[in-house]
Each structure stands twice: as C-alpha cells, then as structure tokens.
C-alpha cells in the first residue's frame, strides 16, 4: 500500500507500546529514554487491564490537575501523593540498601529545617516544656560496635499533640521540639524531650479524597525524626517508633520498619527525675544508630 513501506505497525490496541516506543529516536539523554520506556510499557499496561471509560480517564486528568493546584512553596501535594501509594518509601529503600544490622533509612517528611540549634548532650529540645517528659538516650556506633566520634545528630519530632512547630507557628516558639547534637568520644547521646504524638497527614486536598475513597486512614504513628552523619560515613535519615502507638500497622506512608521500633517507658521515680531534670512521671527511650562506612 502507498506510504507504507518500510514504516512500523500503525497504532492498535495490541500493538500500542510497540508503536509508541517506535516512535522514540536517538536520545539526547539515554537515562530518559530508559525510564520512559518502562513508563509507557506500565501505564499501557494498566489501562488495558482495568479499561477505564472516558469519564473515569478524565476524572484521573483531574485528579492529577488538582494535585498540581494544591502545590505551592509550604506544601507538595505531589510528594504527599508518593508517599500515600508507598513509592517514596520504595525509592528510598532502593538507594539506601544497607547491610544487616544497620541502621535503616525511612522518609524524610516535609517538615525539617536546616538551622535547628547546636545544644549540648543532657539539654532539652522542648522550649515550651508541654507534654509528658522524654529522655532520649544511645550511641552512634558502627557496624563492629565501635564508637563513632563526631557524628551529627539532627532530631525535630512533633509536640505532645501531634503538631510541628512549622505548622503552629503563633502558638509553638521558633525550632520548638528541634536540636542537633554531637558526640564525643564514646559515641553517646542523651537530650531531654517531650513524648510525641500520632497525627493526621493533610487531607483537605486531593491526596485526602483519594484516601477516603480507598478507605485508608491518614494518620502517622508516634515518631522522632533523626538525620545521623558522620565523616566517612553514610548519611542515615530515619525515626524511631512508639512501640505500643495504635498506628504502627496503618502508617499512612508506609515509614515504619521493624527494626525502627523503640521500647519507651514510663517511670514513677522522683529521685530519678530530679537526676535528669525533668518533672515526675517521665518516660525514656534508647536506640543506638549504627553506621555503614561511604
């Protein structure tokens, strides 16, 4: 037939990956052109399973169109939306592959700032001291046990009613509940806190309703962020969880790992706490941080 020869197979329903990855020529970034390769090879395959009717197709255009209109300088709904379908936690789980028994990475989460105070081991990270008392203790250690000298630890966690302080800024002081800590050269830590809380994770926009609609809750368990380096080591960003919290099986991004689950308990001690200078009852947990040479 005229204007057929030597061309490739026009678009049909079977042939439809085949014809659109024809159409690609010689990159300009091979990179793109790979990861672009299995987009399409995915996306076709998805809707030629579930076969969505036009309405459905531009409701998913929409969905999409509000995502992006939900997204400003304080708030990135599109990285929320990777985190609720898991795959923030997929492609952090695939950089950070570590040996057993190191420490393991989780997300990062939207509310860390650069700038927290430099503190000294023993002080408080609470500034409007509200809540039930913390006091956090460890080691920085690495994969032999041995201490790691110098490490940085970067912790921010929320206040005893699940907020952060970026998200009360007229009712919680500036870096409330945020510290940064070094050890010295037996690779201890130790600061003063507050116990967290779970909360909600924002569902007043799209990513909400799509929660909604699968019946998926949008809470976080009890956590403490911490980012730990050191020099010649890799950089560990990562939580550790409220061992008895409700929500541990029902993460809403998926972050919590077995092995990031920490004992905390209650004491009714008030000679002990006059030691760590905290109010009576308070709670402590430990963890130990274990490093893997770059």
């Known amino acids: 037939m005229p204007g057929t020869e030597g061309s490739t197979s026009y678009f049909t329903e079977d042939t439809s990956v085949e014809t659109v990855l024809a159409r690609m020529g010689e990159p300009e970034n091979p990179r793109l052109a790979e990861v672009m390769r299995a987009v399409i090879a995915h996306l076709h395959a998805v809707v030629k399973e579930v076969e969505p009717t036009y309405a459905e197709w531009m409701a998913a255009i929409r969905f999409l169109t509000e995502t992006g209109r939900m997204c400003d300088d304080k708030r990135q709904e599109y990285i929320l939306l990777s985190d609720v379908l898991g795959v923030s936690m997929l492609v952090d789980a695939i950089n950070t592959r570590r040996p057993e028994g190191a ?3 989780t997300v990062l989460g939207p509310f860390h700032v650069e700038g927290a105070p430099d503190l000294a081991m023993g002080d408080t990270i609470s500034q409007d001291g509200i809540g039930e008392p913390l006091v956090v203790s460890g080691r920085v250690v690495d994969g032999d046990g041995r201490p790691v000298e110098g490490a940085v630890i970067d912790t921010w966690q929320t206040s005893h009613d699940g907020f952060y302080d970026l998200q009360q800024p007229e009712q919680q002081p500036e870096n409330n509940l945020r510290g ?27 990513v909400g309703q799509l929660l909604h609609g699968l019946g998926r809750g949008n809470i976080r368990p009890a956590h403490l962020h911490y980012i730990v380096s050191a020099p010649g080591f890799e950089t560990v960003t990562t939580h550790i969880f409220v061992h008895d919290d409700a929500y541990l099986d029902s993460d809403a991004v998926f972050g919590v790992k077995e092995s990031l689950i920490r004992t905390f308990i209650r004491h009714d001690d008030p000679a002990r706490a006059a030691e760590f200078g905290v109010a009576n009852p308070f709670w402590t947990v430990e963890t130990d941080f274990v490093l893997v040479p770059v």
């Open 103 to 105: 420490t393991e990475n």
């Open 180 to 206: 940064i800590f070094r050890t010295g050269a037996d690779g201890r830590f130790s600061y003063r806190s507050v116990k967290p809380s779970f909360y909600p994770i924002p569902d007043d926009g799209p």
